[in-house]
């Protein structure tokens, strides 16, 4: 078997894992075969891969996916605005931080999930699981690439009909905006961390009678305390204090801040369940691929049009010069429109608001109006006085006209205040 020194230290080294029961046995054997020189069969294509899903753009109301072709991530050149791709996502080897010969390991898959997120004419990523778990260091590199990547576009988590997501698979597909699974038999959960390894107390003699010594310096006294605890006094506490209940913490808190609705359920006990038995918990419903295709392209619509939404509305924000009268009628027209229509009505109303002392003083009436300016409540208030006067003037004639403008100042003085009414009384001392 093909290995690289990286892959190996993280497969054999003495490492948090999270493995359902139902996967541990499988790698186990495979180490042992490996160990002793078997070769490992090679698949035709790579677990833990990416397809594409490529075909027509299609409405939200076409269920009609029959266009869709699934071709690998390489193969997929599009030509036309026409065409989009999801992206499926193949969880379905051991999950590693680094890969090998047979698989891909974490950081090559979130590598290319953020580099396929950056084409436009991919909508959304499916990510299609059946794995059992793995390194629980490799589960923070693929929950960062998705949150990054659903800040643009939308990722689902999907596990395949007669398949599984658990531990560390079930840990990455916490991060995905939902998750569904094709069968109710699916096996989901599982979230929980452990250790195995082999080794030989030091110092000792086996029957052959080859020693097996380790030594440590005289300052050393702490270096790989938790691994000679174990191996030589069977006291495997600090091996669970000192490793694996810190890094199942982290874990189990990422999974709960993705899925908060698994906050105070047992979701923490590493059990797995059945997907009919976990809808509302582990995950969100039984779907079929075609279903969850359909909401990825759902999803992607709205996100399009919001973040359309948001490039009009801030517009040049990032740019000193001011928006034109152009490009704020073509992103709002609505809105100029409104603006426009206001700023009638009001000018119209200040218009009407002189024009109704026309007859008190025309040349001040229309002088006001030119200046565009509001009538003033003291303009108001000599007009009146004009009105009052000249109407009662007429009416009663020369004789008794001091009587008229004194009679009409009154009226004025006493709806004013205080203020005013000290500058009137002053204003209206004269004789006609």
């Known amino acids: 078997m093909s290995m690289n020194f990286g892959l190996a230290r993280e497969v054999y080294g003495i490492g948090a894992w999270s ?10 054997q495979i180490l042992a075969n490996s160990k002793n020189g078997q070769v490992l069969e090679l698949p035709e294509k790579k677990y833990n891969s990416i397809s594409i899903l490529s075909g027509p753009k299609c409405d939200d109301d076409d269920n009609d996916l029959d266009d869709y072709v699934e071709c690998d991530d390489d193969d997929f050149e599009p030509t036309s605005e026409d065409i989009q791709g999801i992206a499926i996502v193949n969880l379905n080897g051991v999950i590693t931080v680094d890969g090998g010969a047979s698989s891909y390991g974490m950081t090559q898959l979130s ?11 991919i909508k959304g990523f499916i990510i299609y699981a059946n794995s059992g778990g793995g390194s629980t260091s490799a589960v923070e590199i693929m929950t960062d690439a998705i949150t990054e990547i659903r800040k643009t576009k939308p990722v689902y988590g999907l596990v395949r009909k007669g398949g599984m997501a658990c ?28 250790v195995q390894f082999e080794g030989r107390a030091a110092n000792t003699e086996d029957e052959d009678g080859e020693k097996y010594i380790r030594l440590y310096a005289t300052k050393s006294t702490k270096k790989n305390q938790d691994i000679e605890e174990a191996l030589n006094n069977n006291n495997y506490k600090l091996i669970v204090n000192n490793l694996l209940d810190p890094i199942n913490e982290r874990f189990l808190d990422s999974i709960a801040k993705f ?32 279903e969850v295709i359909k909401k990825v392209l759902v999803k992607t619509r709205k996100q399009e049009t919001t973040t359309s939404i948001k490039k009009n509305t801030n517009i040049n924000q990032n740019s000193n010069s001011k928006m034109t009268r152009t490009e704020l009628n073509s992103a709002h027209p609505e809105l100029v429109q409104s603006i426009l229509t206001e700023g009638a009505n009001a000018q119209q109303e200040i218009v009407n608001s002189w024009l109704a002392f026309y007859e008190a003083d025309s040349k001040s009436v229309v002088e006001g109006i030119k200046s565009g300016k509001a009538i003033l409540e003291s303009q108001k208030n000599a007009f009146l006085v ?30 004013a205040t205080d203020a005013e009414a000290a500058l009137l009384e002053k204003a209206f001392k004269f004789k006609i």
Do not use: W
């Open 259 to 290: 899925r908060p609705i698994l906050k105070g359920t047992d979701y923490d006990n590493g059990h797995d369940a059945f997907a009919k038995d976990s809808v509302g918990k582990f995950i969100d419903g039984i779907a079929s691929k075609q």
């Open 167 to 194: 531990s560390a698979c079930y840990g990455i597909l916490s991060a995905c905006e939902e998750i569904s699974a094709e069968s109710e038999m699916s096996n989901v959960g599982s979230c929980g961390t452990m």
């Open 386 to 415: 004009a009105i009052a006067t000249k109407g009662k003037v007429n009416a009663l004639g020369a004789d008794n006209a001091n009587d008229v403008v004194t009679e009409a100042a009154t009226v004025v003085v006493e709806n």
């Open 111 to 121: 590598e290319n999930m953020l580099d396929l997120a950056k084409n436009d004419n």
């Open 19 to 28: 493995v359902d029961a139902k996967s541990l046995p499988a790698m186990i």
